[in-house]
């Protein structure tokens, strides 16, 4: 008899562990029984007969869950708790090994010879008339930051309701830094309710104002460059975002004075 999971849960159960449907019922199954014959797992799992094994080797490779040497060969689950803390474990051994790859590459001779092409080549580039995009918010923001960290007198942040909360979080630590640095943060969202939470964590950077309307998503740094996001971000995956980069004071200008007469109060 298959077991009684929805799909919103199953669903969320994919998204924290990276597990495909087929392994994330499985796993379910599993842990509901405690520990069953591999045989015996497809039905109440709701999976092809013809993909347990398969499903079943993934599991144990990750770490799910436990072979039994048994005739016929069971399988057991393991803690959550316990997977939890294998799986910090091992991130933190790749991303160890990973900042150990990256740290030898960067003392390579290769290395000094890319900065050397890169240098030479971009001297025959005018930043000031160049706009750059970047595809999906990891890229974009990771380029933001740098600008973040490097302004010099104000930094406007012009947003959704939605996406405030995911861009004070991606944004925080360039953001407090610019404010140590003395610059001027001005945060600006369509928003009616707010968490006590999030409202601590944007007086600790600047000043929230809300907006009475939608007018897109911008990071305006010093007046002189101007961050874009293109899609409608309720409907677009972060990877798919497309995200403009433009230097110009003439823009800034007419995106800040857009927000000031949306403020409400």
Sequence with gaps: MALSFNE??????????????YEAKMWL??????????G???EPANVPKSRSYDILVSLENGGFIVRNLTKPISYRAISPNELIERLVEKAKEETNKKIEKLEKIRDSSMMKDLQ???EKGIKFVDETKVATSYQGLEAAYFRMKKSIKSAKSEIVLITTAS???PKIKALSRALKQAKSNNVTIHVYAPIKDISETLANEIKQIGRLNRLGMDIGRFVIID???????????????PSNEIILHVRG?????????????HVLG
């Design 223 to 237: 007046e002189n460059e101007v961050f874009i996001f293109t899609e409608d971000d309720r409907d677009t995956h």
């Design 8 to 21: 919103d849960y199953i669903a969320k159960v994919r998204r924290m562990f990276g597990l495909n449907l």
């Design 40 to 42: 015996k797992l497809s």
């Design 163 to 165: 996406s405030l909360e």
């Design 116 to 118: 050397s092409l890169y």
């Design 249 to 261: 004071k003439y823009l800034s200008e007419r995106i800040k004075k857009l927000a000031a007469l």
């Design 29 to 38: 199954a599993i842990l509901s029984q405690g520990k069953s014959a591999s």
